[in-house]
């Protein structure tokens, strides 16, 4: 039993693992903050090109008659 605890009392110190799972939680992060941004930009950039599309419509309709 001594040697069981001392075992998971080893593991439980062990740190060799975590900086590698911190680089991976930072990378998952920047990842998340990319998409995010990449999707509000290309939501953003739609309803722009479509508002002048709309005025260019509303323009060239008035020109032609």
Do not use: P
Request: charged share 10%; glycine share 10%; hydrophobic share 50%.
């Amino acid at each position: 039993m001594l040697k069981w605890t001392m075992h998971v009392s080893a593991l439980v110190r062990d740190e060799s693992g975590q900086d590698l799972i911190e680089y991976a939680l930072l990378a998952t992060f920047v990842a998340l903050v990319a998409i995010l941004g990449a999707t509000s930009l290309g939501t953003a950039l739609n309803n722009w090109y479509s508002s002048v599309s709309g005025a260019v419509d509303a323009n060239a309709a008035g020109v032609g008659s």
